[in-house]
């Protein structure tokens, strides 16, 4: 007996395999898994995302591009890099803010190396 469209298309459905379609875009850092960031800092951006302004900065991390959100406290202290540093970013922990709310703190450490001039 012959199958209907309904039957062939429900076990083609059953027989596919899925593969996830990936943009090529930087991963984004999780700091609840990973408190503390080492690489190559790259650059910092204005973008907007759900239509307000935001920052994103970019490191290169062991080989791959990987990006965080800006914060007031890092955009402020990585607004010091040229890029090309590499450089630790540590998540300490919610401070307060002079407005009263809470806020994340980072510390933001340079290689030694990266204070060397050129030829020098």
């Known amino acids: ?10 076990q083609l459905a059953e027989a ?10 930087p991963e ?9 960031l080492k690489g190559v800092y790259v650059k910092t951006e204005s973008i907007t995302a759900k239509g307000k ?6 490191f290169q991390v ?7 959100w800006g914060t007031a406290i890092l ?3 990585l607004s010091q890099l040229d890029g090309g540093e590499r450089v630790k970013v540590v998540r300490r922990g ?6 009263g709310n809470l806020a994340w703190d980072f510390g933001v450490y340079v290689a030694r190396s990266a204070f060397k001039k050129a030829g020098a």
Do not use: C, L, N
């Not at 007996?1 to 298309?9: I, N």
């Not at 984004?28 to 503390?36: A, N």
């Not at 062991?62 to 965080?68: A, I, L, T």
């Not at 919610?94 to 407005?99: D, F, H």
């Open 75 to 77: 955009d402020s202290r």
């Open 62 to 68: 062991d080989g791959v591009e990987r990006q965080v």
């Open 94 to 99: 919610k401070v307060p803010t002079s407005s």
């Open 53 to 58: 302004a935001r920052v994103i900065h970019t």
């Open 1 to 10: 007996m012959a199958k209907t469209s309904a039957e062939f298309r429900d």
């Open 16 to 25: 596919e395999e899925y593969e996830e379609i990936k943009g090529d875009f």
């Open 28 to 36: 984004v850092h999780d700091w609840e898994k990973e408190p503390e």
